[in-house]
Nanobody, 120 residues
């Protein structure tokens, strides 16, 4: 059974940093794209960042320069380093994996989400 489990969310102040982790289990994802999405209350889920199996990265414009996605294939884990957090980054953050797509359309597998709240 494939599982993606996120961790690292929490309550921080504007300007702070957080690092989210997503551990995949049930199969290896070393040849899959991994990514992060987020959903704020009352809004649709939106793409945040993704990384291909060859370490190519893609970012949403709203987080470019502040967030960094990385992966450790040996640990089947993807990370999202979030710096200079803003109140508008408040959302539930979801991990995603996809065997053939990267970016907004990816989503073969999903995690349950981790809450990030940024106070002003």
């Amino acid at each position: 059974q494939v599982q993606l489990v996120e961790s690292g969310g929490g309550l921080v102040q504007a300007g702070d940093s957080l690092r989210l982790s997503c551990v995949a289990s049930g199969r290896t994802f070393s040849r899959a794209a991994m990514g992060w999405f987020r959903q704020a209350p009352g809004q649709d889920r939106e793409f945040v960042a993704a990384i291909s199996w060859s370490y190519t990265t893609v970012y949403a414009g709203s987080v470019k320069g502040r967030f960094t996605i990385s992966r450790d294939n040996a640990k089947n884990t993807v990370y999202l380093q979030m710096n200079s957090l803003k109140p508008e980054d408040t959302a539930v953050y979801y991990c995603a994996a996809d065997d053939s797509r990267i970016g907004e359309r990816m989503g073969d597998y999903w995690g349950q989400g981790t809450q990030v709240t940024v106070s002003s």
